[in-house]
């Protein structure tokens, strides 16, 4: 089996700062590219920012120079710090990774979310 699990959401006001983690556990034998999401209420998922097993990064435009994307493959765990956080960056945020697991199989894989609130 394999796991997502997100951690380090929570309520905080508007310019204030949060870092998010995804750790991946269980029988992976690689992780190609990981991304985080955001659900908005009302609104569909979107694609916040993605890296690849190379660390080449992209991000939604409404986030650039505010988040970091960034990875640590020995401890398959990814990371985003946001930071100048706005009211409307307020959603729960899913990671997300392309990975092979050791058996051979590959598949995408999704945390269960973590939420983020930022109060105005």
């Known amino acids: 089996q394999v796991q997502l699990v997100e951690s380090g959401g929570g309520l905080v006001q508007a310019g204030g700062s949060l870092r998010l983690s995804c750790a991946a556990s269980?029988?992976?034998?690689?992780?190609?590219?990981m991304s985080w999401y955001r659900q908005a209420p009302g609104k569909q998922r979107e694609l916040v920012a993605t890296?690849?097993?190379?660390?080449?990064?992209n991000y939604a435009d409404s986030v650039k120079g505010r988040f970091t994307i960034s990875r640590d493959n020995a401890k398959n765990t990814m990371y985003l710090q946001m930071n100048s956080l706005k009211p409307e960056d307020t959603a729960v945020y899913y990671c997300?990774?392309?990975?092979?697991?050791?058996?051979?199989?590959?598949?995408?894989?999704w945390g269960q979310g973590t939420q983020v609130t930022v109060s105005s």
């Open positions: 997300n990774a392309d990975l092979r697991r050791r058996s051979g199989f590959s598949n995408i894989y």
């Open positions: 269980g029988s992976i034998s690689s992780i190609n590219a």
């Open positions: 890296i690849t097993s190379g660390s080449t990064t």
